[in-house]
C-alpha cells in the first residue's frame, strides 16, 4: 500500500476484510496516521475540531500492518516488483495498491514569501490555523471547494476576505455555471468579496506578503493569502515504472493498472467510468473511501471479478452555515431545475437533466430529499 | 420510559420517523417490514440518520458515508468511530412506542458541548 490517507486505510481495510492474511505495508509519506482531511477547512481550521477528533483509525483497530510513515516512495521497479523509498530501502511486493493522492498547486514565484499557505495537509492546516487566529486580511485565491470553505470559516473567525477567481463563475466546472453562481453567492450574502473573471499575477511583499497583484493592475492588501487553485495526481514516482499515467494512474473501472498485481485508488487514480463512457479521476472523500473495495476485489482475484457499477460521485462542503450535497456529473446536463426550496433562500434541491434523464442533484440544506434523489440516480442510472 | 412516536399505518416501509426528544431519537421500518429505533444523531457529525440512505437493516448517514446498523448500533467505518445507541419498540393498538435506553448517548463533538451548555 503506497499512501496512508483515505483511499491507502480503506484498501488496508477492505483486504482484511475480504479476507487477506498475508504481510502487508502501508507506505506514507506524512509522518501522521491515517486522519480526515474534510475538517481540515472547516472545523479544525476553525478551532472546534482537535488533532484527536481527526484520527481514521478506530481507538482498538489493529489491521496487523507495518507503517513505514514519514517515508515517501520513489521509484517502483517493475523487474523486481520492489517500491522504493526515499531513505534507499526497497519493498518487494506482491500485489501493489496506488494511493498517493494529490498534492496543492502552487502559485509560481510564492515560494519562501511568509503568510502564503496551500491546504491539504494537516502540517498545512495547522500552520494556517494559527496565522488566522491572528486575524487580518485574508485573499483566498481560487473560488473553488477549499478557497469557498477557507474564505467561510475565516469570515466566521472575524477576518476581512476578499476571494479571487480566474473564471467568470466560481464552481462551474463541479456544479455547472448556474448553481456555481448560486453556491458562490453566499460569499456575497456575508458581506466576503468575490471578484471573477480575473488572474492573479503575483504576490508583492518583501518578506511576508503584503499584497496580491491581479492582471487587471489592481492590488488587493493581504496580510495572509490562501492559494487553493487545485491538485495534482503524485505519480511523479511510477514514471517508467510500466504504470500508465494519464492525468494520473489510468485505471479500468475496477481499479487495475497497466501492470497485473497493481491497482490504484483515491484522488491519484483516473478510473474509467462506465456511466460516462470515460476515464474521469475523481477526487472526492466518497470515492476515496468506496472505491477500494472493488480494487482490493480485483487485486485479490488477479482481475478474475467483473467491476460493478459505482455509485455515482457524491460530495458535500459546508459553507457560511449552508450544508451543500452534490451527487453525479454536472458536465454532462443540459438542464438544470431547482425542484424543491428557493435559491433566494439558499435553501434548494436542484436536479440536472440530460436528454430528460436526471445526472446529477445538488442540495442545499436539502439533506432528506438530497438523499432520496441520490437513491434514485444511483437506481436509474445503474 | 416508553414515548409515543407515530402511528404504524403513517410509516411505511423504507422510511424513518424522528422523534423530537433531546438527544432525538428515529424509528426505520425496513422494507422487510421491520421496526427498528436508534439515536438519530450521527456519531461523527450533526447529521439526522432518519434523512440517510435505508438499505436492510443500515442506514447510511445522509452526509459522509458511515453506515449503522440498526440491530446492533454498530458503525461500519469512519469517519464516525462510536456505535449510536439502540432502543426498544413496541407496537400497541397500531402506535409505535420507544422505550428509551438508559445507556449514555455516543453524541459528536458539536452536539455534545451544545447539549452541555458550551458553544457548539
Given at each position: 500500500m503506497v499512501g496512508a490517507s483515505l483511499a491507502g486505510l480503506s484498501a488496508a481495510r477492505s483486504l482484511r476484510k475480504q479476507g487477506y492474511d498475508g504481510r502487508l505495508v502501508v507506505i506514507g509519506d506524512e509522518l501522521h496516521r491515517p486522519y480526515d482531511r474534510p475538517p481540515l477547512s472547516k472545523e479544525f481550521l476553525a478551532g472546534t475540531l482537535g488533532e484527536a477528533d481527526l484520527a481514521l483509525e478506530a481507538q482498538d483497530e489493529d489491521l496487523g500492518a507495518q507503517w513505514l510513515l514519514g517515508t515517501r516512495a520513489t521509484g517502483l521497479d517493475r523487474a523486481d516488483r520492489a517500491v522504493r523509498l526515499?531513505?534507499?530501502?526497497?519493498?518487494?511486493?506482491?500485489?501493489?495498491?496506488?494511493?498517493?493522492?494529490?498534492?496543492?498547486?502552487?502559485?509560481?514565484?510564492?515560494?519562501?514569501?511568509?503568510?502564503?499557505?496551500?491546504?491539504?495537509?494537516?502540517?498545512?492546516?495547522?500552520?494556517?490555523?494559527?496565522?488566522?487566529?491572528?486575524g487580518g486580511r485574508l485573499v483566498v485565491i481560487g473560488g473553488g471547494f477549499i478557497g469557498a470553505e477557507v474564505a467561510s470559516t475565516a469570515y466566521a473567525l472575524g477576518l476581512d476576505v476578499t476571494v479571487v477567481e480566474v473564471a467568470p463563475t466560481p464552481l462551474a466546472g463541479p456544479l455547472g455555471a448556474t448553481m456555481g453562481g448560486i453556491v458562490s453567492g453566499l460569499h456575497a450574502d456575508h458581506g466576503v468579496r468575490l471578484l471573477c473573471g480575473v488572474g492573479v499575477k503575483g504576490l508583492s511583499g518583501e518578506r511576508c506578503v503584503d499584497a496580491v497583484l491581479l492582471e487587471d493592475g489592481r492590488s488587493i492588501p493581504a496580510d495572509i493569502v490562501v492559494v487553493g487553485v487545485g491538485a495534482r495526481p503524485c505519480v511523479e514516482w511510477l514514471e517508467g515504472s510500466g504504470v500508465e499515467l494519464d492525468n494520473g494512474v489510468k485505471c479500468g473501472a475496477d481499479g487495475r493498472t497497466a501492470l497485473a498485481g497493481v491497482v490504484a485508488v483515491g484522488d491519484c487514480a483516473n478510473w474509467y467510468d462506465p456511466r460516462a463512457g470515460a476515464h474521469?479521476?475523481?477526487e472526492h472523500w466518497t470515492g476515496a473511501r468506496e472505491r477500494p473495495d472493488?480494487?482490493?476485489?480485483?487485486?485479490?482475484?488477479?482481475?478474475?471479478?467483473?467491476?460493478?457499477?459505482?455509485?455515482?460521485?457524491?460530495?458535500?462542503?459546508?459553507?457560511?452555515?449552508?450544508?451543500?450535497?452534490?451527487?453525479?456529473?454536472?458536465a454532462g446536463a443540459d438542464s438544470v431545475s431547482v425542484e424543491?426550496?428557493?435559491?433566494?433562500?439558499?435553501?434548494?434541491?436542484?436536479?440536472?437533466?440530460?436528454a430528460g434523464d436526471p445526472v446529477a442533484v445538488l442540495g442545499m440544506n436539502q439533506p432528506r430529499l438530497f438523499t432520496r434523489w441520490r437513491k434514485q440516480l444511483a437506481a436509474s442510472t445503474s | 420510559m416508553k414515548i409515543p412516536a407515530c402511528r404504524l399505518a403513517d410509516l411505511p416501509r423504507g422510511e424513518a420517523f424522528r422523534l423530537d426528544i433531546d438527544p432525538p431519537v428515529s424509528v426505520f421500518h425496513t422494507d422487510d417490514g421491520e421496526l427498528f429505533a436508534i439515536d438519530d444523531t450521527c456519531t461523527h457529525q450533526d447529521a439526522s440518520l432518519a434523512d440517510g440512505w435505508l438499505e436492510g437493516?443500515?442506514?447510511?448517514?445522509?452526509?459522509?458515508?458511515?453506515?449503522f446498523d440498526l440491530r446492533t448500533?454498530?458503525?461500519?467505518?469512519?469517519?464516525?468511530?462510536?456505535?449510536?445507541?439502540?432502543?426498544?419498540?413496541?407496537?400497541?393498538?397500531?402506535m409505535i412506542h420507544v422505550r428509551v435506553s438508559t445507556d449514555a448517548p455516543n453524541l459528536p463533538p458539536c452536539v455534545a458541548s451544545r447539549l452541555a451548555g458550551g458553544t457548539a
Open positions: 526515499a531513505d534507499g530501502r526497497e519493498v518487494r511486493v506482491d500485489g501493489l495498491v496506488i494511493a498517493t493522492g494529490a498534492a496543492a498547486r502552487r502559485l509560481p514565484g510564492s515560494d519562501g514569501l511568509a503568510g502564503v499557505h496551500v491546504l491539504r495537509t494537516l502540517d498545512d492546516a495547522r500552520a494556517l490555523r494559527d496565522e488566522l487566529a491572528r474521469r479521476r475523481v472493488a480494487a482490493v476485489a480485483t487485486l485479490l482475484a488477479g482481475g478474475a471479478v467483473v467491476p460493478g457499477v459505482p455509485r455515482p460521485p457524491y460530495f458535500w462542503s459546508d459553507q457560511y452555515g449552508v450544508r451543500i450535497q452534490f451527487a453525479g456529473h454536472a424543491e426550496g428557493a435559491v433566494d433562500d439558499r435553501n434548494v434541491l436542484a436536479v440536472y437533466r440530460r | 437493516c443500515e442506514v447510511e448517514c445522509p452526509l459522509h458515508a458511515s453506515k448500533g454498530a458503525v461500519d467505518a469512519p469517519p464516525a468511530k462510536l456505535p449510536v445507541r439502540t432502543h426498544e419498540v413496541v407496537v400497541e393498538d397500531g
